[in-house]
């Protein structure tokens, strides 16, 4: 059964920084691409970045510059550095892999970034 869980979120000023991480199990973790979406408050999940089972990584464009993916193979983890926070970053940011033909997801983890 995979299963994804999310550590790491909180409460951060503006500017501050937070590292997610995202503990995978049940599936061959290093042969897959990971993904973090998030979703803010009525609205749908956004992919926020993504990176491929040889490194390659993406990120959508709110956040280039600023949120670093990356991925550990031994521990079956996945990471999201995220710097010079926005209070626009407030959101519940999820981990996710394509796996048997449909896509999974962890419990999420609330950011939340405010003064």
């Known amino acids: 059964e995979v299963q994804l869980v999310e550590s790491g979120g909180g409460l951060v000023q503006p500017g501050g920084s937070l590292r997610l991480s995202c503990a995978a199990s049940?599936?061959?973790?290093?042969?897959?691409?990971m993904n973090w979406y998030r979703q803010f408050p009525g609205k749908e999940r956004e992919v926020v970045a993504g990176?491929?089972?040889?490194?390659?990584?993406t990120y959508v464009d709110s956040v280039k510059g600023r949120f670093t993916i990356s991925r550990d193979n031994a521990k079956n983890t996945m990471y999201l550095q995220m710097n010079s926070l926005k209070p626009e970053d407030t959101a519940v940011y999820y981990c996710?892999?394509?796996?048997?033909?449909?896509?999974?997801w962890g419990q999420g983890t609330q950011v939340t970034v405010s003064s």
């Open positions: 990176i491929s089972a040889g490194g390659s990584t």
């Open positions: 049940g599936f061959s973790f290093s042969s897959y691409t």
């Open positions: 996710s892999v394509y796996t048997s033909r449909v896509r999974k």
